[in-house]
C-alpha cells in the first residue's frame, strides 16, 4: 500500500502515549509503514565515547512510529485531516480531504 505521509508534512497523533501532539516528519519509511516525527516518542540513548574530543551521556531521539497513529494536518484549516489523491493535469497530487486543498 502506497504511504499518504511524506518528510516534511505536519502532523498529529492520534493513539498512543504522545496522543494530540504534533510535529513535522524528519524520515518517512514506507517499506516498514512507518514515520519518524520531531520530537514525538523519545526514547534515552546511551552513548559511550567514540573519540578523546566526543563526550559519552544519554541523548534523547525520536524513533518510528507507525503511519496509521499520525494524521496530516490540514493547511486551511488546522486540523487533523485524511488524504486522498487524485489526478491534476496527468500528474497525480494529493489533497486534504476536509477542506480539498492540494498537498505540496
Do not use: C, F, W
Not at 496509521?68 to 497525480?92: A, F, Q
Request: glycine share 10%; net charge positive.
Amino acid at each position: 500500500m502506497k504511504m499518504k505521509i511524506k518528510k516534511g508534512d505536519k502532523v498529529v497523533v492520534v493513539s498512543g502515549k504522545d496522543k494530540g501532539k504534533s510535529g513535522t516528519v524528519v524520515e518517512a519509511r514506507p517499506i516498514e509503514g512507518k514515520v519518524v516525527v520531531e520530537g514525538i516518542a523519545l526514547v534515552k540513548r546511551h552513548l559511550k565515547r567514540a573519540m578523546k574530543g566526543q563526550s559519552a551521556g544519554i541523548i534523547e531521539r525520536p524513533r518510528a512510529i507507525d503511519a496509521s497513529n499520525v494524521m496530516l494536518v490540514d493547511p486551511k484549516t488546522n486540523k487533523p485531516t485524511r488524504v486522498g489523491r487524485k489526478t491534476e493535469d496527468g500528474k497525480v497530487v494529493r489533497y486534504a480531504k476536509k477542506s480539498g486543498t492540494t498537498l505540496s
